[in-house]
Nanobody, 121 residues
Framework: QVQLAESGGGLAQPGGSLRLSCAVSGTIFILLDMGWYRQPPGKRRELVATVSNTNRSKYADSVKDRFTISRDNAKRTVDLQLHSLDVEDTAVYYC???????????????WGQGTQVTVSS
């Protein structure tokens, strides 16, 4: 079983910054993709950013050049640095991990419970 614990959400002013962190625990042979998704009020969940186990990152166009994703395999963490926040960034942010528990098991996806980010003046 794999557990994800998110932290770092909260209230920020437009133009401000926040840092989200996600710590992964449990039985893991290898961490594959790690990332963040978000669900704005009244909308569907959407990709924010992901980073592969070869450190290739991918960003939604709406956050490119403002958000930075990073991972630490030794600590089993994935962080998201949010800069130049806009009210449109208000959402529940979910940590995402794809991992294998053994070398022969299929990869599975796991989600955190979400952390609220509110951008408001």
């Amino acid at each position: 079983q794999v557990q994800l614990a998110e932290s770092g959400g909260g209230l920020a002013q437009p133009g401000g910054s926040l840092r989200l962190s996600c710590a992964v625990s449990g039985t893991i042979f290898i961490l594959l993709d790690m990332g963040w998704y978000r669900q704005p009020p009244g909308k569907r969940r959407e990709l924010v950013a992901t980073v592969s186990n070869t450190n290739r990152s991918k960003y939604a166009d709406s956050v490119k050049d403002r958000f930075t994703i990073s991972r630490d395999n030794a600590k089993r963490t994935v962080d998201l640095q949010l800069h130049s926040l806009d009210v449109e960034d208000t959402a529940v942010y979910y940590c995402y991990v794809k991992s294998q528990s053994t070398s022969w098991s299929a990869a599975r996806e796991y989600w955190g419970q979400g952390t609220q980010v509110t951008v408001s003046s």
